[in-house]
């Protein structure tokens, strides 16, 4: 029998009263700037062919010039987004390793489909705990669990749902503890322009070894995820492994997304992003203020645009989890995604997502709390 079910994501959303107020889904709502509705024009979008594999030379010098990575074009493979580029790169690293090393180490709580790519690429995948869900730091519990056998160790910083930011030392001693194996790192840094107002950009890339995979998109920084523009950095030799991966799963990223972004250097696409940085840092602040006035507590996040809100004792000794956030679609319309969809650390906790319309944080929150209190009314008239 199949063992991966459908998303709990996705059957949260599934018949969702209308007028729901939705904390669940993890895209952002940013406006665009005129000059990227100007690019949308025959003048631009003129080419409807195969790109190289690896996607145009325009396309990967403006993932370099956008990133301000530290190499050139050749080290980038164009994808259809970051999840693309996770199975890219995980698929790529399996390739080189001809089955010498074959276990990939994945966060957790983790972003939901990492386990499942582990599953679908036959790597035997564990997971280790990240703050604060473990009791030293990052490198400490990765150092726990890494072994000669571990082909990649992935990390997601800023990282879904814990919001955990890493800072550039922590990422330089993860690398280290891989270097010392033999493995392979993969960041995945689709949030790393959404740190937060200490350190707009969470991390820098000043110093990179060679055997660090990087994975992002334009999904969440320009908010613009059907465009399935992302991107595979690597200055290791794998990326030629990488580019086999991609050429097996899918030929190419879309060409009429790599036209658009190579246009990305001749306009503001910095302002757009500060623009949109300003944003999250807002939401962060409501949405913190909203839990905080209704007495809920939660995993202070320190980037992306996800927190984790710790479900009350009581009203999880009355009900399950999953019956939680069920409970709380049906009988007052806030969809929240449950902790355990993210694996066994963040087990009671739900995932509220403050990418989208701020205007509905003070009522969705408040729909929240007033559904653990008709939770625990329901329990008390049971006893
Ligand atoms: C941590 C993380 N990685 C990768 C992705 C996939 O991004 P994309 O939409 O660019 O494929 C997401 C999307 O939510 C994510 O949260």
């Avoid at 003129?46 to 190289?52: A, E, H, K, L, W």
């Avoid at 594999?53 to 074009?73: C, F, L, Q």
């Avoid at 000794?317 to 999953?322: A, K």
């Amino acid at each position: 029998m199949a063992s991966v079910q459908k998303s709990i994501i996705r059957q949260i959303f599934d018949g969702a009263p209308k007028g729901s107020i939705n904390l669940a889904l993890g895209e952002p709502v940013f406006d665009k700037p005129e000059w990227f509705y100007s690019l949308i024009n025959h003048d631009v979008i003129n080419d409807f062919s195969y790109s190289p594999t690896a996607g145009t030379e325009d396309a990967r010098k403006a993932i370099v010039t956008i990133n301000n990575y530290p190499g050139t074009a050749d080290n980038v493979c164009i994808v259809c987004g970051a999840q693309e580029g996770l199975a890219a790169s995980i698929g790529g690293v399996k390739l080189y390793w001809e089955g010498k090393k074959n276990e990939l180490l994945i966060p957790s709580p983790y972003f939901l489909t990492y386990p499942t790519l582990g599953k679908m690429l036959g790597m035997e995948t564990r997971t280790y705990p990240i703050p604060p869900f473990c009791k030293g730091n990052i490198t400490e519990s990765i150092e726990e669990s890494i072994h000669e056998k571990t082909a990649l160790v992935l990390l997601n910083t800023p990282a879904n749902p814990s919001g955990l930011m890493m800072t550039e030392e922590d990422i330089q001693q993860a690398e280290a503890v891989c270097e010392k194996y033999g493995t392979f790192l993969l960041v995945d840094e689709v949030y790393r322009f959404f740190g937060n107002r200490e350190n707009p950009i969470s991390h820098d890339w000043k110093s990179l070894r060679e055997s660090t995979i990087l994975v992002s998109s334009l999904t969440k920084c320009f908010g613009l995820p059907g465009l399935r523009l992302g991107w595979a950095f690597t200055r290791h030799s794998v990326i030629q492994q990488i580019f086999a991966a991609h050429q097996a799963m899918v030929s190419i990223a879309p060409t009429i997304s790599q036209l658009i972004v190579s246009q990305f250097p001749h306009y503001d696409y910095h302002q757009w992003i500060v623009d949109n940085q300003e944003k999250v840092f807002e939401n962060r602040e409501i949405i913190t203020n909203e839990l905080k006035k209704n007495n809920l507590e939660y995993v202070l996040p320190g980037g992306a645009f996800y927190i984790l809100l710790k479900i009350p004792e009581d009203v999880l000794l009355t009900m399950d989890e999953m019956d939680i956030a069920f409970f709380l679609k049906d009988n007052f319309g806030i969809l929240v995604v449950p902790g355990k969809a993210f694996g066994d650390y963040s087990k009671g906790f739900m995932r509220l997502s403050y990418g989208g319309d701020a205007s509905t944080f003070a009522e969705g929150v408040y729909r929240i709390r007033q559904g653990f209190q008709a939770i625990l009314q329901k329990g008390s008239s049971h006893e």
